[in-house]
């Protein structure tokens, strides 16, 4: 009995020390990474060619064209096999902004901070009138301006004022926050995006109650050829978070041009129209949509497998590529596509042979509903809504994901998936001194890796610094080339770097959660 006992504690422990040894990463490759990802970095000019030279990334537009076209290009150019946009599915109307001139001219002259937004039509031309402020808490109330809009420049009393904080914009986490979420021991669910929500909750129905009227007021604007619609943007200090003004779907019925406005130009408009004083806007606004191609497209390229065991499973990287159109979306998310780009030139130029094939994936329509993934989820690897799953789903080791701007890498999310903790955290070791090493069971959603996740792939999204991502750069007319952060996107190129290497070279794939259960029906 007691031999038996002593044999199957050796049999654990050699069988342990045989995952750690898997797990320990080679110190060599690990340092090719870390001298071609932090002293011959090409991060700072892939990301220049898709922010900079590309412009804006709206779904559908020429710009996100120009950058997915220069993608393949530079892929096929490392060396990749596959290299190619891939279509997911139907999408919509493309769109871009091709003039924008809006300014104040009485009671005097001042250039307005303003944006057309997303999928709304031009001007006409250059038009001028005077503002008008419309003031409707019932479709009864727009009677009274009945054959007074045409041509004229309409704004909505909507909100008290400009919200300020005396924060400071950019932060990094704390030692303490990353114990906190290194200690985590469980993860409450997370919502998914498009999951079940209660539609008789007072917040639903406050909503749809909103959503009616604007869609009375844009028809009644519309019919009464209003010239030009100044809504309130929300930002200070010149910054404008930008949104969509219609839908982009081809069928979508026509609004009046819009304009999402500063905070401070909006509100001085507004209290001068309140004071009783003349205010007259001109404005030349001129957009255009595409048609032509109602396909959506992601970026997808490889380098392949060599193992003839292995070479047939994935190890994919991505990001989406798309961003909104008032700037030229650098951290949101040209940082994590340049980085994940980045990624797959360092493999190359170190001459990597990986066992598994590594595939990456630039997505398009993350920013209307993670379009791009999910199409490409359900084409390659299975239906979350029935869990009927392909082949191939059983194929992919991992996933990891970029897309919380250009902080640099402090972890990992485990996604609950807490079997690859141990496995994370040796991968991390040699990382510790450039700032990375958290491993937390928690979730992270709203972006690509949730796609994966809800067909059983093990997909993760990285922990980052948040910089001034969310009070400053995300979705504005301020994310631009300048707010990046060049030693962070190193860092984090050469870390998920060597994810993909250990990932490729692992003798076993990613351990797996529960397979999901099917994702009911929205009713």
């Known amino acids: 009995m007691k031999i038996k006992l002593l044999y199957s504690c050796l049999l654990v422990a050699a069988t342990a020390g045989t995952a750690f040894a898997q ?19 090409k991060v700072m000019d892939i990301a220049f060619h898709l922010t900079d030279a590309s412009g804006p990334r709206l779904s559908g537009s020429p710009g996100l064209k120009r ?38 001219t009485v009671p005097y002259y001042h250039a307005l901070i303003a944006i057309p937004k997303a999928w ?20 009864t109330d727009l009677d009274k301006y009945k054959g007074t809009l045409a041509g004229k420049i309409v704004i909505f009393d909507t909100k008290p004022g400009v919200e300020r904080t005396f924060k400071a914009d950019g932060v990094r986490y704390t030692d303490a926050e990353l114990d906190e979420m290194a200690k985590a021991t469980s993860q409450p669910a997370a919502g998914r995006r498009g ?48 949104t969509n003004g219609a839908s982009y779907a081809d069928t979508a019925k026509a609004v009046s041009p819009e304009l999402e406005t500063s905070g ?63 700037a030229t979306g650098a951290t949101d998310n040209g940082a994590g596509s340049a980085v994940m780009l980045e990624v797959m030139r360092i493999l190359k130029a170190v001459n990597f042979q990986p066992r598994r094939t590594i595939r990456i994936a630039l997505w398009s329509s993350e920013e209307q509903g993670l379009f791009g993934s999910r199409g490409y989820v359900l084409n390659h690897f299975g239906d979350p ?30 996604q609950g998936d807490s079997l690859a903790g141990p496995i994370f955290k ?11 090493t958290t491993v937390t069971i ?21 922990i980052q610094d948040a910089l001034d991502y969310g009070s400053r750069t995300h979705h504005s007319n301020q994310d631009t080339y300048d707010k990046l952060s060049e030693d962070d996107l190193k860092q984090a190129a050469t870390i998920v770097a060597s994810f993909v290497y250990n990932t490729s070279q692992r003798n076993e794939m990613i351990p797996r959660k529960e397979l999901p259960k099917p994702q009911p029906a929205r009713n």
Do not use: C
């Not at 799953?389 to 970029?402: D, G, R, T, W």
């Open 120 to 139: 709304t039509p031009s001007t006409n031309g250059a038009i001028k009138g005077d503002v008008v402020l419309v003031k409707a808490d019932t479709t």
């Open 442 to 462: 928690r979730n992270t959603g709203s972006t690509d890796h949730v796609s994966f996740d809800a067909v059983g792939i093990p997909g993760f999204q990285f």
């Open 195 to 242: 999951g079940a929500f209660d539609r008789n909750s007072p917040q639903f129905l406050a909503r749809q109650k909103a959503m009616a009227m604007r869609t009375a007021i844009n028809k009644f604007l519309l019919e009464e050829k209003a010239g030009l619609v100044l809504t309130q943007a929300r930002g200070s200090d010149g910054t404008v978070f930008t």
């Open 264 to 326: 401070e130009d909006f509100q001085r408009i507004l209290r001068l129209v309140k004071a009783g004083i003349k205010v007259t806007v001109e404005a030349d606004i001129k957009t255009q949509f595409f048609t032509d191609d109602l396909q959506g497209y992601d970026v997808v390229g490889e380098i392949p497998g060599t193992d003839k065991t292995l070479k047939d499973q994935i190890v994919m990287v991505g990001g989406h590529l798309d961003s909104w159109h008032g």
């Open 385 to 414: 809504k029935t869990m009927q799953l392909k082949p191939e789903q059983a194929k992919v080791s991992a996933y990891y994901n970029l897309d919380n701007g250009s902080g640099k890498l402090r972890g990992i999310y485990l």
């Open 67 to 104: 950058a997915q076209d220069w993608a393949v290009s530079e892929l096929k150019t490392w060396g990749m096999v596959n290299a190619k946009r891939e279509a997911w599915g139907k999408f919509g109307k493309g769109w871009e902004v091709q003039k924008n001139y809006v300014a104040m």
């Open 23 to 41: 797990d320990t990463p080679d110190p060599a490759m690990v340092q090719k990474i870390r001298e071609e990802g932090l002293n011959h970095s």
């Open 426 to 436: 040796a991968w991390l070791e040699p990382f510790k001194d450039l700032g990375a």
